[in-house]
């Protein structure tokens, strides 16, 4: 009988051992795992690190849109933050992507960023090289934001390209036609873009800055009524509403009527942030060693 009784006493043991030992191994082996994905994590032009951080360092696992580029210093600030240690869009950088810190880069920030003056293309593009050789995923494009792809719009542009802040893309608004430079620049229908091309990256977040000249008067209300405006697609947004243009777009939007407008949706809506950061415009080269 005593006999009996310990075998099983000694299974049992025996199966507790076995699942303590499985344990272990699993243990080590995850980390393991987490070693690999750091050691990879630490030379950005690896490709295969994006299969081991799907939940932590993913690429895209945030994604900036930057609606009128200009000389792209909003995107230079998700990515050299220290070289902008005023601006006003730093604290939402931190809040929604994290701190940049020695290892953290923002890698896993992806930035979209679109331009209509093809005049600020040169400089962009070389910003898109310098950053995409450091292992950083930024995308710069010559389009007009709109509510349609496959049509174009003419833009003016200074013709003392110092002076040149903005690419109006309304004939009505500008007065002094005489004195501009012309460009025929094709549009993109930002709701399409959007669904096609961000939302299939499953970003955690999406951050959105828009200064469009105007044509945020027809955008807001096309990504309202595509119901792009939640939390779930744009966490949050930074618009500018440019009054000189409210009465050729033939627009009542405000920034008030639009919170309303989204706090009528069955989702949480997009946060609208109040901010408008037009701090270091004038912009400093690329650093080559960080
Ligand atoms: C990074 O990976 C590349 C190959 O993709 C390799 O040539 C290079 O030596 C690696 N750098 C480091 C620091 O491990
Ligand atoms: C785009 O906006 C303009 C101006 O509001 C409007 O006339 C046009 O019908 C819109 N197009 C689409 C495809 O929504
Ligand atoms: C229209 O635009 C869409 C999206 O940008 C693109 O996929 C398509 O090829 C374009 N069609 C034509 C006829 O240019
Ligand atoms: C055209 O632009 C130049 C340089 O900005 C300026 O000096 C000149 O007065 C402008 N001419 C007109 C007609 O506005």
């Known amino acids: 009988m005593q006999a009996m009784e310990f075998k099983r006493f000694s299974k049992e043991i025996i199966i507790i051992l076995l699942i303590a030992f499985a344990s272990c191994i699993a243990y080590l082996s995850y980390e393991h795992i987490n070693i690999l994905t750091m050691t990879i994590q630490n030379n950005y032009s690896c490709e295969l690190k994006y299969a081991y951080q799907e939940n932590s360092h993913r690429k895209c696992r945030f994604v900036f849109l930057d609606l009128g580029s200009n000389k792209g210093v909003q995107v230079r600030k998700v990515y050299e933050p220290w070289l902008y240690p005023k601006a006003p869009f730093l604290k939402y950088f931190d809040e929604y992507f994290g701190l940049v810190s020695r290892t953290y880069r923002r890698q896993d920030v992806c930035s979209f960023g679109f331009e209509a ?9 070389q910003i898109e090289k310098a950053y995409v050789n450091k292992g950083l995923s930024v995308r710069f494009d010559n389009y007009a934001v709109s509510n349609r792809s496959n049509d174009t719009v003419t833009v003016y542009s200074e013709t003392n390209f110092d002076l040149d802040w903005g690419a109006g893309i309304l004939d009505t608004a500008i007065n002094n036609k005489k004195n501009m430079t012309k460009y025929v620049v094709p549009t ?8 096609k091309s961000v939302v299939p990256l499953r970003p955690e977040r999406i951050l959105m800055k828009m200064d469009i000249e105007g044509s945020e008067f027809i955008v807001l209300p096309h990504l309202y009524k595509n119901g792009l405006l939640c939390e779930e697609t744009i966490t949050a947004m930074a618009i500018e509403l440019h ?21 009528a949706q069955a989702c949480k809506p997009t946060l609208i942030l109040n901010l408008d950061d037009e701090t270091y415009n004038t912009d400093v080269d690329v650093q080559p060693d960080w």
């Open 188 to 195: 993109m229908d930002l709701a399409d873009f959007i669904r």
């Open 243 to 263: 009054n000189w243009a409210r009465h050729s777009f033939n627009s009542l939007l405000t920034i008030p009527s639009l919170k309303r407008l989204l706090q």
């Open 117 to 125: 003056n093809p005049r600020h293309m040169p400089r962009l593009k």
